[in-house]
């Protein structure tokens, strides 16, 4: 089967992703990771504008991926995977300002609840309005994790297809970031001059970053295929994938750029701290294995039994 966007998907996706070049990010990010949230709440808003947080509920899980591809290419903070994938499915309404959630075992603490203004726990089959408990801080330092203590219940809907779209929206980030960082590691081998010659002209510099290219390019189907079909399998084995061709990515673009992608001042550790967080949320990447592993025991023992 061959899929491709349609018009309007490919005008939506470029708008995106001219609203975020003419934007400071790297500063955004840097800002939000002090504390300092203006400038991340005014990109929120303009993003708000473009439609991102009513995807969920007013669109297709196609038009989610499009806009997390986007939201990880630029590691813009915040709890979009919580406000604009998660939340809005589980509720069945667009989420107005900021939201976010603590969703055990998975996400088993809550993203920015500090400034959020809704925080909810999901736990024990029930939608619980939440309190703001201890901070516990990430490896990703613009995001600040939340212990929360659930309260009244709300009325939503059934769990599992809004923790489907989360995790994709989470895989779709994990592929930006994993573009990204491959796009700004050719562009540094070819500037970058060692011996008399520009590093990038190196065969093993080549087939390493050949090798996230190749990663990426099966990664990109499989969450494509999950947007579709969003089903546990396809979300769970889309996050395993793209969970490992981003790390990829941030590993070998850690070795190309040398010294200088060890530095906190370097923009390159905004997307490589991110990587390493976004593996894990939403689910290890062993749980998902798990849950491919499961499904697949699941259909060999069913077809053997028929």
Not at 12 to 26: H, I, K, N, Q
Not at 36 to 41: A, C, K, R, Y
Not at 226 to 239: G, Y
């Amino acid at each position: 089967m061959r899929f491709e966007l349609t018009r309007d998907q490919r005008d939506f996706a470029a708008s995106l992703d001219s609203l975020l070049a003419a934007s400071d990010t790297a500063a955004v990010a840097r800002a939000w990771a002090d504390g300092d949230h203006e400038p991340g709440l005014k990109l929120w808003a303009r993003l708000a504008e473009q439609g991102i947080t009513m995807l969920a509920t007013e669109a297709t899980p196609v038009e989610v991926v499009i806009a997390f591809e986007a939201l990880g290419k630029y590691a813009v903070p915040g709890p979009w995977v919580e406000s604009a994938a998660f939340l809005p499915s589980l509720l069945g309404r667009e989420i107005e300002g900021i939201a976010t959630v603590a969703a055990p075992p998975h996400v088993p603490l809550a993203l920015d609840a500090d400034i959020a203004d809704e925080v909810y726990l999901v736990a024990d089959g029930a939608v619980r309005r939440a309190t703001v408990g201890a901070i516990h801080h990430s490896v990703d330092r613009t995001r600040r994790l939340f212990e929360v203590t659930g309260e009244d219940a709300v009325e939503s809907g059934p769990p599992r297809f809004a923790v489907d779209l989360g995790v994709l929206a989470t895989a779709a980030q994990l592929l930006g970031l994993g573009e990204r960082i491959l796009a700004d590691s050719v562009t540094y081998v070819k500037q970058r001059k060692q011996f008399g010659r520009e590093i990038g002209s190196y065969q093993a510099i080549k087939h390493a970053l050949a090798d996230v290219r190749i990663a990426l390019d099966f990664a990109r189907p499989l969450v494509y295929g999950a947007a579709i079909d969003t089903s546990r399998l396809n979300a769970s084995t889309a996050k395993v994938a793209c969970s490992e061709a981003a790390y990829l990515a941030s590993r070998t673009g850690l070795q190309v750029h040398g010294a200088i992608g060890y530095t906190a001042e370097f923009d390159l550790s905004i997307w490589l701290t991110k990587v390493r967080a976004l593996v894990s949320a939403w689910g290890t990447p062993a749980a998902h294995r798990q849950i491919v592993l499961d499904s697949l025991v699941s259909t060999v023992s069913t077809g053997r039994e028929a």
